[in-house]
């Protein structure tokens, strides 16, 4: 298994950007999904940006498009999420997720979301207030 670590949460007013970093402890392939997911009390999480370790597929939310990217630093391990023009609705906790069987990006992205799947981090909160 991986274990993951996100930091980069905190507070930011509307409008603002924050960088959220995710650390791997483990062996990450070239044949992984990989990403990030969000969820806000009382609801489903949903994957924000998802991406195939071998290249090619990308799955990105439609709230995100145009404000969020994401980046990954192969030789530290670590893969970053680049979030500008943030609003309120971004105020939820923040997961890294990464699962060895990606044969289907976008159905692991649905699978992960609803059932688990894969390995985590614990979160990071962000908030967006003014």
């Known amino acids: 298994r991986v274990r993951l670590l996100e930091s980069g949460g905190g507070s930011v007013q509307p409008g603002g950007s924050l960088k959220l970093s995710c650390v791997a402890s483990?062996?990450?392939?070239?044949?992984?999904?990989l990403g990030w997911f969000r969820q806000a009390p009382g609801k489903e999480r949903e994957g924000v940006i998802v991406i195939y370790t071998g290249g090619g597929s990308r799955y990105y939310s439609d709230s995100v498009k145009g404000r969020f990217t994401i980046s990954r630093d192969s030789a530290q391990n670590t893969m970053y999420l680049q979030m500008n023009d943030l609003i309120p609705k971004d105020t939820v906790m923040y997961y890294c997720a990464t699962d060895n069987d990606c044969t289907d990006l976008f159905g692991w992205v649905e699978y992960a979301a609803t059932r688990g799947v894969g390995d985590w981090g614990p979160g990071t909160q962000v908030t967006v207030s003014s």
């Open positions: 483990g062996y990450i392939g070239s044949s992984n999904c």
